[in-house]
């Protein structure tokens, strides 16, 4: 028998729900030339895709989500990524800010990407610390709420291993490592909306994904209390803030979104090369080539609403997870440089139990008299209570009656504020200025796909679409 010789090609496999595997093929031959000419001429291939990072920087939050970041990286990220000839290095962080801090003492500029082994609130601090440092090598003061933000090249790569991971979702369609490890190996590239929040000329935070006031707020106020019990922490709170069923009275000034195509209630929702995002990413260019960075937004067209609020959610990006798999806004789009706020203003207890199962299923959420969603760009919040106290008329009797509205003891108005829930972190202020960044920053991932019934159905739709 003549010697054989041999190579194996690693590739990825779609799965169902947008799952990827890594499968692999060996190639067999006698002729040793022959397989050399092969792997040399693969290896050449491969060097060419300079999309594909080569070195990464890893964070890993320990304590994120059920505990397991660090086994889910060693067993199943860590071994793709070395097959792949990658090189990391490798942090994992000992407390809450040191992701973010680090990320202002490193020399970011080596690597190609930053990757965060967590949920929601890991990727945060990853951001932050990124975006944080972009505006700071560029002497941009981020306290201005009016400042262009310079745009984020080095990508973010999620892995999950948090409570919600709703961004992980919401741009891979499913929350599974070993899926986000290979999008971060084929070197993939989403960008992503960003809004800044301030308070009276302070920045506070950057949102990707849920700003919410109400309902959303007091469920993560609570439940930060009750960390040990892990992501069912969040079921707990969230029985407990239904239960408690308060409003709060407010103002939203907002301006529309007019440059961006589409509205939050159309029927199609956004996915892999999606047209919006597309289009917007060409305004923002055409913006950029005109303007500069100088570029500023006029002060028309604010519309306000006074009310009294169950619930006020401002979200970048659909918020699709695995407790709800179509989001808070499925026809939100990921980088159109727009958020859809929605407003459930005060309705019964059983009419908002009929809203937030409409979460969880496939019905019209914003199908209800007491829901109202627009698609901005910008917009403040101020509570009555704020309003009250700016413009001294604050009755001092309402504080001493404790924490209900004295006008109206029986109508659960609160005249506490809550608090915003920021992509799962809370903020200090109630009353906040919001602006959203078109494609401020860039993740390892494409979307979602559209669905396909087989591997093989797709890869014809693909051959069609090449043809
Ligand atoms: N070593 C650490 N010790 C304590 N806290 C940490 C550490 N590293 C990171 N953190 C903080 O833990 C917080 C929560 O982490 P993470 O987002 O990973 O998990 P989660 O809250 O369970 O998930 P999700 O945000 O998806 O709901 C983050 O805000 C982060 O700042
Ligand atoms: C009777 C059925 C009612 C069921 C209602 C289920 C509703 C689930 C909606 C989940 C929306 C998540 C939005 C994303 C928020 C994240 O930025 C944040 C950080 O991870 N998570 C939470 O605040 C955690 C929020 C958790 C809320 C439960
Ligand atoms: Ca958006």
């Not at 917007?280 to 067209?301: I, P, V």
Request: hydrophobic share 35%.
């Amino acid at each position: 028998m003549a010697k054989l010789h041999a190579f194996t090609v690693y590739y990825v496999k779609r799965g169902r729900n947008h799952r990827w595997r890594c499968s692999d093929v060996t190639f067999w031959c006698v002729d040793e030339h022959l397989c050399n000419q092969w792997t040399q001429a693969l290896k050449e291939l491969l060097e060419m895709q300079k999309s594909r990072p080569k070195q990464l920087l890893v964070y890993i939050n320990p304590y994120g989500g059920k505990r397991q970041g660090k086994r889910i990286y060693e067993q199943k990220v860590a071994p793709l990524f070395s097959l792949a000839s990658i090189s990391t290095d490798v942090v994992i962080t000992e407390h809450a800010n040191h992701a973010k801090d680090n990320l202002f003492e490193v020399n970011i500029y080596k690597y190609d990407g930053v990757v965060c082994v967590g949920g929601d609130g890991m990727f945060s601090e990853v951001m932050h610390g990124l975006i944080g440092r972009m505006q700071k090598d560029s002497g941009i003061d981020q306290n201005n709420p009016k400042a262009s933000l310079v745009q984020c090249n080095i990508r973010i790569g999620i892995i999950p291993a948090g409570s919600t991971d709703c961004i992980c979702y919401s741009t891979v369609g499913i929350s599974d490592p070993v899926t986000s490890a290979l999008h971060i190996i084929i070197g993939d590239c989403q960008p992503l909306d960003v809004s800044s929040v301030h308070h009276n000329n302070t920045f506070l935070k950057y949102s990707v994904s849920l700003l919410g006031y109400g309902f959303y707020g007091d469920i993560l106020k609570d439940s930060e209390k009750k960390r040990w019990m892990g992501p069912m922490r969040y079921d707990y709170s969230g029985l407990k803030t239904f239960l408690s069923h308060h409003y709060y009275e407010g103002t939203i000034a907002y301006q529309p979104a007019k440059q961006t195509h589409g509205s939050p209630r159309d029927k199609e929702s956004c996915r892999t090369g999606c047209y919006i995002c597309k289009k917007s990413e060409k305004q923002l260019a055409e913006q950029t080539k005109e303007h500069g960075l100088k570029h500023e937004e006029g002060e028309e067209d604010w519309k306000v609403i006074k009310g009294k609020f169950l619930a006020i959610n401002a979200v970048n990006m659909s918020c699709a997870c695995p407790r709800s798999p179509k989001g808070l806004s499925p026809a939100a789009h990921l980088a159109d440089g727009s958020a859809d706020l929605i407003l459930v203003r005060k309705c019964s207890r059983f009419d908002f139990l009929r809203y937030l199962v409409r979460h969880t299923n496939q019905d019209d959420q914003f199908d209800f008299p007491f829901v109202d969603v627009y698609r901005v760009k910008r917009f403040q919040f101020t509570s009555k209570l704020s309003e009250d106290n700016e413009s001294n008329v604050m009755d001092i009797g309402k504080k001493r009656f404790g924490q209900f509205c004295r006008d109206h003891p029986a109508c659960c108005c609160n005249i506490v504020n809550s608090t915003w829930n920021c992509d799962g972190e809370t903020l200090d202020s109630s009353a906040i200025e919001v602006r959203v960044h078109c494609q401020l920053m860039k993740l390892f991932a494409r979307g979602i796909e559209e669905n396909c019934k087989d591997e093989a159905a797709y890869s014809q739709s693909r051959i069609e679409q090449l043809l």
